[in-house]
Structure formats: structure tokens, C-alpha cells
């Protein structure tokens, strides 16, 4: 079974912190994706990357950035947290090739609160 | 433009009535379809997927959906809903695009009553 695992489950930050959210899959996918979700609005994608130090932006990119510095691992950070970056987090991989019948896989997320 | 639409945000069920989930989507080609699950406090484990062939797919759980071109929607279907099903449930689109971005609805929450 493809595991994701996201570093954090729960997290609680200040206003203006730098915010450091960690995801690693174990299935050597080439794709990954960080979304946000909050009630009402479904999930949205922040950024992708598609594989080792490439990435690309998502829909809601601003004020997030990324890092994929080896496969298995892809980081979103929050350059300054706000409190509009309350929300719940999850990270996604799948298989680069297969076509794009392949799905992806999520991990628990992470619920952030900025205070 | 590419969308997802799920009409219903929430739905309640009586444990072992049937069960039917809309999803309508808006795609210039061939869409790839899927259906997600979100138990409380989880992440998304996927319910089953369309992108060719038979239009009426078999999942897990004892789900299906079955994929209308013309009325452009994928409807999740449950004969006999258990206690277990409560959950929220996403409808998913993408295209031929091989980085395997998806689009996502909004949710439909779905309550079972006892």
C-alpha cells in the first residue's frame, strides 16, 4: 500500500512565523500536490511538483512556497503565517507515468491554526 | 473553463436506504473522473475512478457511479447504506495532462440516521 505520511497532524503557530509543513511517500512517485481545504470550498491546489526540483503553482499559490529537494519528500512552507492560512492541509502523490488514469494518494493532512 | 460542481453539501440517509451522490463537471476533452472518501480527521482514500470503457464503475465499499457524457455527470451510487458511509465525499476531474492535476467539488457530507 502507497503510504503518505504528512509530519504533523495538529500544529499551532504565531502570526509571522515561517512555517515549515513536511510530506514524505514511500512509493518513489514522481508527482506531488499540496492542497488546502477549508469547509464549503473543497480542496484546492497550492503547488505541484511533478518531480526532484521542479515544481509549479497551484491555483492559490500566494503567500506559499515549496521545496522538493529529494523525491520521496515535499515541503510547503509559509514564508509569514497569517491567520487566513487557518486551515486544514494535505498532501497527495502519485505515479508520474500510467497516464493520467492514476490516482493520487493523500496523506492524514495537517490541521494548522495560526493564532 | 474546467469545474466540478457537487449540488448537495449535505445529505442524510437512513442506515440501509439507497444512496445517490451528484456530481456534474465541465471539460473540454475526455475527463478522468474519480470519487474520494474523507472519514473524520483522515485524509482522501479513493472510492473508484472512470476514464474509459464501461460507463457504470464498481469501487470499494460497495460503491459504484456510473459516467454520463451527455448529461456531463458521474453520480456515486450505495444500494444499502451502512452507519460506516458517513463521511465526506468529493467528486474529482482531470484530463490527458500526464502531472495528474485534478479539480475537486466541493464536498457532499452525508449523515446516516440509525
Known amino acids: 500500500d502507497v503510504k503518505v505520511t504528512q509530519s504533523s497532524r495538529y500544529l499551532v503557530k504565531r502570526t509571522g512565523e515561517k512555517v515549515f509543513l513536511e510530506c514524505v511517500q514511500d512509493m518513489d512517485h514522481e508527482n506531488m500536490f499540496w492542497y488546502r481545504q477549508d469547509p464549503g470550498l473543497g480542496l484546492r491546489l497550492i503547488y505541484f511538483?511533478?518531480?526532484?526540483?521542479?515544481?509549479e503553482k497551484g491555483d492559490i499559490p500566494e503567500g506559499y512556497s515549496v521545496s522538493r529537494e529529494k523525491k520521496e519528500r515535499f515541503s510547503l512552507i509559509l514564508e509569514s503565517a497569517s491567520t487566513n492560512q487557518t486551515s486544514m492541509y494535505l498532501c497527495a502523490s502519485r505515479p508520474g507515468g500510467g497516464g493520467a488514469g492514476q490516482p493520487q494518494h493523500f496523506g492524514d493532512g495537517t490541521r494548522l491554526s495560526i493564532l | 473553463a474546467q469545474s466540478v460542481t457537487q449540488p448537495d453539501i449535505h445529505i442524510t440517509v437512513s442506515e440501509g436506504a439507497s444512496l445517490e451522490l451528484r456530481c456534474n463537471y465541465s471539460y473540454g476533452a475526455t475527463p478522468y473522473l474519480f470519487w474520494y472518501v474523507q472519514s473524520p480527521g483522515q485524509g482522501l482514500q479513493l472510492l473508484l475512478k472512470y476514464f474509459s470503457g464501461d460507463t457504470l464503475v464498481q469501487g470499494i465499499k460497495g460503491f459504484e457511479a456510473e459516467f454520463k457524457r451527455s448529461q456531463s455527470s458521474f453520480n456515486l451510487r450505495k444500494p444499502s447504506v451502512h452507519w460506516s458511509d458517513a463521511a465526506e465525499y468529493f467528486c474529482?476531474?482531470?484530463?490527458?495532462?500526464?502531472?495528474?492535476?485534478?479539480?475537486f467539488g466541493q464536498g457532499t457530507t452525508l449523515q446516516v440516521k440509525p
Open positions: 511538483s511533478y518531480d526532484v526540483k521542479m515544481k
Open positions: 474529482a476531474v482531470g484530463g490527458s495532462s500526464n502531472t495528474g492535476k485534478l479539480i
